[in-house]
T-cell receptor, first 112, second 119 residues
């Protein structure tokens, strides 16, 4: 069975400081992992995906995530937060078929 | 590439009327599309999987007669909320995947969502 746990429902950082959004997963198979961002009243935009080719994945807008199999984690990071990063972030795991499992989301606030 | 267009972005309707929401894949063909419902401050809840040329697969607890899904072409799926009531007010989002070799790593691409308000 697949599942995703986003450990923080809300994260608050100051502009210019690092961002860490945590995600742990459980999977019976080699998973596909994704991070999405959602701004208010918008759909979800793909930030990055884990393809099994490299454990450190770089995405758009300066975000990256590291797949750690031993820790079953796929945390999202960014070295320096920008005001425009304030949004809801979702970690998603797929079994490779049509089943996608969504985390409960982390709301990121960026303080000027 | 991989753009999913959803229309309308907002709709207000009266109780008892029906509302149709369209989801289009603009630059790829989607044999499968997904419909989600999102309550405020919550994650996405999968309502149904829409299959081109066949019946949709509904998740447990979702009324198929109330949420009619039609996937008549490879680029268009529609969700019709029939006899809408205020409790149907919500944010509805569609998504699709780009068919390619090795589905495993093919991500979902989302529409911008539809805010439905039933008065």
């Amino acid at each position: 069975a697949q599942s995703v746990t986003q450990l923080d429902s809300h994260v608050s950082v100051s502009e210019g400081t690092p961002v860490l959004l945590r995600c742990n997963y459980s999977s019976s198979y080699s998973p596909s992992l994704f991070w999405y961002v959602q701004h208010p009243n918008k759909g979800l935009q793909l930030l990055l995906k884990y393809t099994s080719a490299a454990t450190l994945v770089k995405g758009i807008n300066g975000f990256e995530a590291e797949f750690k199999k031993s820790e079953t984690s796929f945390h999202l990071t960014k070295p320096s937060a920008h005001m425009s990063d304030a949004a809801e972030y979702f970690c998603v795991v797929s079994d490779g078929g049509n089943q996608f499992y969504f985390g409960t989301g982390t709301s990121l606030t960026v303080i000027p | 590439g991989a753009v999913v267009s959803q229309h309308p972005s907002r709709v207000i309707c009266k109780s008892g009327t029906s509302v149709k929401i369209e989801c289009r894949s603009l630059d790829f063909q989607a044999t499968t599309m997904f419909w989600y419902r999102q309550f405020p401050k919550q994650s996405l809840m999968l309502m149904a999987t829409s299959n081109e040329g066949s019946k949709a697969t509904y998740e447990q607890g979702v009324e198929k007669d109330k949420f009619l899904i039609n996937h008549a072409s490879l680029t268009l799926s529609t969700l019709t909320v029939t006899s809408a009531h205020p409790e149907d007010s919500s944010f509805y989002i569609c998504s699709a995947r780009v068919p390619r070799q090795g589905w495993t790593n093919s991500p979902l691409h989302f529409g911008n969502g539809t805010r439905l308000t039933v008065t």
